[in-house]
Structure formats: structure tokens, C-alpha cells
């Protein structure tokens, strides 16, 4: 038997006793070191008529990193994270370097970085613009400065007279998709890497129209994807180009996941991700 938390109702989280999962042909078991609370997740805390709860035990947990059967320590893509132990295919596991042993590593949320700028197309010299600092936001701006781009941070209430080349929006709400929107400058790109779940958005579709600008929806699907992000992830911290101990902010214990999810919302002066330890 383990311990798993999950959430059990809007704003509500339990941590429950249920079995170990057991590994299929083509998956490993993994003994869960911590676990990241995504941006992603907090319409399910939040509530949405189209959720249903309870979720599964380790739900939705999927930016999870541990150690195998055979004591290697690895990032993975998996679903039920918020527990002591989860599966995951294969194929879906990334070795980590021993320089990282003391490191936590939400591998997913890295890998999605890495794959936002990929998708920005960003090159030295490129003059890009991030609309919203937070984990998404901050990580895709140092990943953007590796290429030699010349990065500009956008935060709430900052007004810009200029405009840029890539701009990436990465806050997830209509404030932020407007303010993206207005610095990209003509036949530049506007990447939106935001989490946008809480209904529909409007756009200027008049002035995006007018000065031909490229719009790309940089969320992946391919898990292929992801896990070449997560390795090259991997690689940048290894070498000390990415620094993931500084993104991390909160630490958090299992029976915490509520807490985990209300830093999450609240964003508190300082925060940048939370991660859960069982």
C-alpha cells in the first residue's frame, strides 16, 4: 500500500491509502520523489462544470520525477504523480545526471519550455518579448537568452513603447493575450505557451490582420516531444546553464496538496512553482 493525494472537489484536496500500481510490459515503476503543481491543473482545483470528482489517487500530477527499480534516479511523463509511487511507459523516462541528485526536477514543466522555444523559432539577436513571469514565463526567458536572443520580461501593468520580433505569452489570460498581441512587431510572431481554460478569448484580429504577423499555439502533443524536451532540459541544468533550484520555490509534503495548489493560485511575492515531496 502507498499514500496518494488527489483532488476530491473543487478546492478540496485528501490524501488516501491505496495499492501500489503495478507495472505493465513496457512500464516501470517509480518510486516518486517529488511532483510539480502545474499551471495547467488549476481549473480542476478550481472547478468547472465539465470536471468530474473525485479524480484518481495521484491525479493530476504529471510533472513527476523519482527513482526506478534499479536506482536510477529519472524524469518522467506520467498522470498520477501526487503519490509515493507511479508507472510510466518506457519509453517516457529520462535518466538524470548525477550532478542533479540533489536537484528537484519537474520534468514535464521544463520540457515544456524547452518546446515553447523551439516552436518560437528564436535566434541570436532576436528581440523577444515574455508576457507573464511566473515558472512558464521565466524558464522560456533564460532558455531564450541560451540562444542569444535579446530577452525584455513583461510583467502586469508594464507598458511598452516598443515592439519585438517573438513575443511569448505565457500567463494564460485575456490581459495577457491583448498585451502580447500589441507588441509584435509587423510579419513577427506571437507565441501563445498561456494556459487559456477558462473560456473563450477575444483578439484583435483587425491590427494581428494589418501587420501580417505569425500566431502559434506552441502547446505539444507528441509525447516524442516532450521527452527530447525533457532531456535536453536535463542537459542545460547538468551543465549549469539552467539553473532549476532557483525556479523552484516551495516544497511542499504530500498531505500539503491543498496548500500546494492555494500558492499555486495565489502566486505570493517570491513564488515561482511549488512542488509536492511524499
Known sequence: MMRAATIVSPGRAETVETRIPRPSRGELLIRVEGCGVCGSSL???????????????????????GVTASDCRVAVLSQHGFAQW???????????????????????????????????????????????????????????????ADVTEVRRGDELDRQFERVIEAAGTQEALDSAGALVAERGGLVIAGFHQDGRRTVDLQSWNWRGIDVVNAHERDPRIYVEGMRKAAALAACGELDVATLVTHRLALDELEAAFRLASERPAGFVKAVVCP
Open 43 to 65: 481549473p480542476l482545483w478550481e472547478g468547472r462544470e465539465w470536471f468530474a470528482y473525485p479524480l484518481e489517487a495521484g491525479a493530476p500530477g504529471h510533472e513527476t520525477w
Open 86 to 148: 507511479d508507472v510510466a511507459r518506457e519509453d517516457d523516462v529520462v535518466e538524470l545526471p548525477d550532478v542533479l541528485d540533489d536537484t528537484p526536477f519537474p520534468g514535464e514543466a521544463l520540457a515544456c519550455a524547452v518546446n515553447v522555444v523551439a516552436r518560437a523559432r528564436v535566434a541570436r539577436g532576436t528581440r523577444v518579448a515574455v508576457v507573464g513571469m511566473g515558472f512558464l514565463g521565466t524558464t522560456c526567458a533564460r532558455l531564450c537568452e541560451l540562444e542569444g
